[in-house]
């Protein structure tokens, strides 16, 4: 067996500690006016269990295995969630009806500035209420990480946004309009149907380099990661709004254009800091979707993940509701003045490679 090569992590050097205390101490105020907040506001801090017998059916989603070893000595495949989204909602299902918790979650090859494959997310979901109530919501959260940590500005990368100015709202079709010259709901179909070669032609005309076998979604992907989210909450936040319907795999069709979904991404400094739906009730409209993302997922990286059954049937009964997933060390990373993400960490999940 090769022995495992770890990289040297000195978080725990008494010198290099106190140089992130700080950093660790802002992030703990933040998350403490943060919980008082939410319980004022009458939500219901909810803990979930981090193994599931499916970790999400989001294409690029890439989660940890592991199994579960029962009594009679036979193993059942279990899995670390990358959100406490199924759990939530079956509690929605359950009977509750404003719910938050901030849950550690688990996803594989992402490290870097901005990911790491242990993080803290902040969840939270209204019953009865429309999304627009969540960007509200967004918009305290951030205003009170600010005035929390003294914060004036946020900065990242040569970028700086107001966080007490009003987000500005931007629908994706306009985003898509604005930075790259592309009419991009002329590519999708009512119901979400898309159309890859008229995408392409846009592309083109656009001067984006693409490749020939890319799908739709590549280049959706494409544009809105090169051209789009680098200059998105630019002076302020950008709530980033109304997603294609087969980019919103969990969300509801809006009611005012069934080409998109009612789901909103909040940004500043070109950071994505939160993910927000108003949440699809229709079972099976959503084991489609599923079974679509695992078709992509198998075609891309081979491999598939299950379907929690127990989600599905519990969609039945959640009331229409809408949910919102924030990361929280990115907004501590944010508030505190840090760099890089595992600074706002307490214990940073060690590195492995050369």
Not at 276 to 288: I, K, Y
């Amino acid at each position: 067996m090769t022995p495992i090569a770890l990289k040297p992590s000195p978080w725990w050097n008494p010198a290099v500690h106190k140089d992130r205390r700080p950093f660790l101490i802002g992030r703990n105020r933040i998350q403490s006016a943060l919980r008082t907040g939410f319980a004022t506001r009458g939500f219901v801090e909810v803990d979930t269990p981090g193994l599931q017998v499916s970790p999400g059916n989001e294409t690029h989603l890439h989660a940890f295995a592991t199994e579960i070893i029962g009594n009679d000595g036979i193993p059942h495949p279990a899995y670390l969630h990358t959100s406490p989204e199924f759990a939530c909602k079956k509690l929605l299902a359950a009977g509750e009806e404003k719910i938050a918790c901030f849950s550690h979650v688990w996803r594989n090859r992402e490290r870097g500035l901005l990911h790491h494959p242990e993080f803290t997310m902040l969840e939270w979901y209204r019953a009865g209420e429309t999304y627009e109530e969540l960007m509200r919501d967004c918009a305290w959260i951030v205003t009170t990480a600010a005035e929390t940590t003294g914060t004036k500005a946020f900065r990242f990368r040569g970028m700086e946004a107001d966080p007490f100015a009003e987000p500005e709202r931007l629908c994706v079709a306009e985003a898509f309009m604005r930075f790259a010259g592309i009419d991009l709901l002329a590519s999708v179909a009512a119901g979400g149907e898309t159309d890859r070669e008229h995408l392409a032609a846009e592309l083109a005309k656009a001067g984006i380099r693409f490749a020939d076998d890319d799908t739709w979604a590549d280049l959706y992907s494409r544009v809105l990661v090169e051209k789009i989210e680098p200059f998105l909450g630019q002076g302020r936040l950008t709530i980033l709004d109304e997603y294609p319907v087969s980019e919103a795999a969990l969300a509801r069709p809006s009611a005012r254009d069934p080409r998109v979904a009612e789901r909103f991404e909040l940004y500043a400094c070109g950071v994505e800091l939160a993910n927000a739906f108003g949440e699809l009730t229709d079972p099976a409209e959503q084991r489609r979707r599923f079974t679509l993302e695992m078709a992509e997922k198998q075609r891309i990286y081979g491999e598939t993940y299950p379907v929690d059954e127990d989600f599905l049937a519990a969609l039945s009964l959640m009331p229409q509701a809408s949910g919102a997933a924030l990361g929280f060390d990115r907004l501590a990373l944010l508030a505190t003045g840090a760099s890089r993400i595992d600074q706002v960490m307490w214990a940073p999940v060690a590195e492995f490679g050369a």
